[in-house]
């Protein structure tokens, strides 16, 4: 069966300070992978997606990058954190199909404060 | 503007009582449409996915509906458990974006009270 794992899962930094998140999947092969941004009351951001190793698309301008350096892992990341970074993180995985019915795949998520 | 909306924005609901929430969308062409349940501090999870051909489906004691003449849907949970206390939000996906683009609505937050 195919797991996802997300982390860490809280995390508190300072402004100016870097981040890292990791996502990885298990029991797949070339899953789609995506990052969210929730932010209270409001529905899911889509920040960034990846169909394959090394192509990362961007949904919006932001401070956060993306990073697909295998298969099965997503790495979000910023040089310099700013207050606005704040919110939950969650990474998840799809098996694509033309319809689009496929099913999405969520981690636990990550929470991110930043002081 | 959102194209997915959802109503109410929160509700309390008694143990054992049963409740109706609301997504209106205008995403269009439209493929499907996804009921999510997301705990507290944790990822969402799916309860259904129906096509435009599909009019009622249920998983347990969630039951969704989909008219997509007038682009509503609706998810109807039985009999209540305290368990069921989380946000159910509504993804709409539309059947000319790639596979990243799907419209999420921002909950409807549920709690169930004993």
């Known amino acids: 069966s195919q797991t996802i794992h997300q982390w860490p899962a809280t995390l508190v930094q300072p402004v100016g300070s870097p981040l890292s998140l990791e996502c990885t999947v298990e029991g797949t092969s070339n899953p789609n992978l995506y990052w969210y941004r929730q932010a209270a009351g409001r529905g899911l951001q889509l920040l960034f997606y990846s169909v394959g190793i090394g192509q990362i698309s961007s949904e919006v301008p932001q401070n956060l990058s993306a990073s697909r350096p295998q298969d099965r892992q997503f790495i979000l990341s910023s040089k310099k954190l700013l207050l606005s970074d704040s919110g939950f993180y969650l990474c998840?995985?799809?098996?694509?199909?033309?319809?689009?019915?496929?099913?999405?795949?969520f981690g636990e998520g990550s929470r991110l404060t930043v002081l | 503007k959102n194209q997915v909306e959802q109503s109410p924005q929160s509700l309390i609901i008694l143990e054992g009582k049963n409740c109706t929430l609301q997504?209106?969308?205008?995403?269009?062409?439209?493929?499907?449409l996804r009921w999510y349940k997301q705990d507290t501090g944790r990822g969402p999870v799916s309860l259904t996915i129906?096509?435009?051909?599909?009019n009622t489906k249920s998983n347990g004691r969630y039951t969704a509906t989909l008219d997509a003449d007038t682009k509503q849907s609706s998810l109807h949970i039985t009999a209540s458990q305290l368990s069921d206390s989380a946000s159910y939000i509504c993804?709409?996906?539309?059947?000319?974006?790639?596979?990243?683009?799907?419209?999420f609505g921002a909950g409807t937050q549920v709690v169930v009270t004993p």
């Open positions: 993804v709409v996906t539309s059947s000319g974006d790639s596979w990243g683009k799907l419209q």
């Open positions: 129906m096509t435009f051909s599909e």
């Open positions: 997504c209106n969308y205008t995403v269009s062409p439209f493929s499907n």
């Open positions: 998840a995985w799809s098996v694509f199909n033309p319809q689009n019915t496929g099913e999405l795949f």
